[in-house]
């Protein structure tokens, strides 16, 4: 009896239990929701590479402002057309064919749409605008399932949609600290979210923006587990057997 008690406490050393508040996502509460993509919505920034392309009744009138050089008129030959590419300089603005240094950055991706409409359209009739952030990514680490860097094809990803990205978090993943850092005007800011609470769907950080880091930090069970090395086994093993002859002593 007293060899299974010591093998009991023994067992207990080597792990813990969580309980379900630990665990369950977005517990009830009486919080009002009020999350809004449009609040919230990314702005675009230096460094940013978009892909615009301009359309309109007329082809040949939108010539101008999609420009291609010889060896890309290759490629829209067969069928697959280019779309140029304009990377944000320092100064926020972008070198735009016709419409010359337009400022981009601060605007949001519909924003940018809406002025390039108007400003094309000084030119053309009723154009058509469309853009793209061509280096929006965001990357996951910590205890997911596979954590790593996504590519995002639009502007529009949730903290929720990231962690499904990376497989969810594990069971070690802590729920109600997760990191998320944001550069801002060139300073790295970082939000705690508490993923187990309603609150967490109100975060300004609930929906991402380009070149957001999630952090999932482990729990104390994997933490623990971290610090046993491959002679875990041996030690195991030892004390099972002095325990064994301090039973039979005992006898």
């Known amino acids: 009896m007293r060899l299974i008690i010591a093998l009991l406490i023994i067992t207990s050393f080597f792990g813990s239990c ?34 615009i392309s301009v359309t309109a009744d007329d082809i040949r009138a939108t010539e101008p402002f999609n420009q291609v050089n010889v060896y890309q008129a290759g ?24 419409l010359g240094k337009v400022t981009l950055a601060g605007l949001t991706r519909i ?45 529009r990803i949730s903290l929720l949609e990231a962690l499904s990205l990376a497989g969810d978090l594990t069971i070690n993943g802590v729920r109600n600290n997760v990191l998320v850092i944001r550069e801002e005007n060139g300073v790295k800011n970082e939000y705690r979210v508490d993923l187990t609470k309603r609150e967490a769907l109100n975060s300004p950080v609930y ?25 875990t086994s041996i030690f195991v093993s030892i004390a099972g057997l002095i325990i064994t002859i301090i039973a039979v002593i005992v006898k």
């Open 18 to 51: 969580a309980s379900k508040k630990d665990i369950v996502y977005f517990q009830q509460d009486s919080l009002i929701l009020n999350t809004a993509f449009e609040v919230q919505a990314p702005k675009l920034q230096a460094g940013d590479i978009l892909t």
């Open 75 to 98: 490629t829209m030959q067969n069928n697959h057309p280019f779309i140029p590419t304009y990377t944000i300089e320092k100064d926020g603005t972008i070198e735009f064919p016709q």
């Open 111 to 155: 924003e940018a749409i809406n002025y390039l409409k108007k400003e094309v359209g000084k030119f053309i009739n009723n154009p058509g605008v469309n853009l793209n952030i061509r280096n929006f990514r965001i990357s996951v680490l910590g205890e997911v399932l596979r954590p790593g860097s996504f590519p995002i094809e639009n502007d």
């Open 207 to 231: 929906f991402l923006k380009q070149n957001d880091v999630v952090y999932v930090e482990p729990n104390g069970a994997r933490v623990q587990s971290s610090k046993y090395t491959q002679n």
